[in-house]
């Protein structure tokens, strides 16, 4: 089993997009796969079938102290092969008073132990913020992919959440290998342009050497409640995401190579 986090330490730059479309075409090939929203907002788990009212239980019961089975948790997303452990707005909770807790940041970690040998690949998508439930994702990730819209303002929170990940590293005592993807790119603007152009020089091999268009199917798969990899297959979202999703798999880092 792998274990992605989603990650930006700043909101609107296409983490649940991200997540949502990754796991979507991984279930496609007849894997099995389980998403995992960590995010109060529960974005994710509306968009993979969830009910409008907020769901009765999901991760925040795993911060509990007497925290159920993880499989007690689970719901289908309505694409074969998907399973979403769904958010809550009590997560909230969690960050206001998980924080100096000992052993919250190892939650997930445990956690996903338990189903281990039921998935082959895991995807957390992570609040836009630093907190409990960002350090537990990170601690439990093999990889790191952080979503960066091509604007100036999201270099700022990239900047930070990588300062968090070696900060998560030194702790934890492995390395958590890091993937930039571009997203949301216009190339007809000037900002986006220089933004990308900044992001390829200052962060070189651990950035995607393509970008996730703008592309309207995408919203219109997350209004419509469907899985991208099943609703649009063929839009130049989805199939940007599938030559990501290869790079993702194949792509070692320049210290990985030597490792």
């Avoid at 949301?184 to 933004?195: E, F, N, S």
């Amino acid at each position: 089993m792998s274990i992605w986090c989603v990650a930006n330490q700043k909101g609107g730059v296409g983490k649940t997009t991200t997540a949502v479309a990754l796991a979507s075409l991984v279930a496609a090939e007849g894997k099995r796969v389980l998403a995992i929203d960590l995010d109060p907002h529960a974005s994710l788990s509306h968009w993979l079938g969830g009910a409008e009212g907020p769901e009765p239980r999901g991760v925040a019961d795993l911060f509990a102290d007497a925290a159920p089975p993880v499989s007690a948790l689970l719901r289908d997303s309505g694409a074969a092969g998907l399973q979403v452990l769904p958010a809550q707005p009590a997560l909230a909770t969690v960050e206001r008073h998980g924080v100096g807790k000992q052993g919250m940041g190892l939650v997930l970690s445990r956690a996903l132990a338990e189903v281990a040998p039921h998935y082959d690949l895991v995807v957390l998508d992570c609040p836009p913020t630093l907190g409990v439930l960002m350090v537990s994702a990170l601690a439990a990730a093999d990889l790191l992919v952080a979503p960066t819209q091509t604007e100036p303002l999201a270099l700022h929170g990239l900047a930070g959440l990588l300062r968090t990940a070696q900060m998560i590293e030194r702790s934890r005592g492995r390395a958590l290998p890091v993937r930039i993807v571009p997203t949301m790119y216009d190339k007809r603007t000037r900002a986006a342009q220089d933004t990308l152009a900044t992001l390829r020089e200052r962060y070189a091999a651990s950035v995607w050497e393509e970008e996730i268009p703008v592309d309207t199917r995408l919203r219109e798969a997350s209004r419509d409640a469907q899985a991208p990899a099943l609703a649009h297959a063929l839009s130049r979202g989805v199939v940007a995401y599938a030559r990501l999703l290869a790079w993702l798999r194949g792509a070692p880092l320049p210290e990985e190579k030597a490792a």
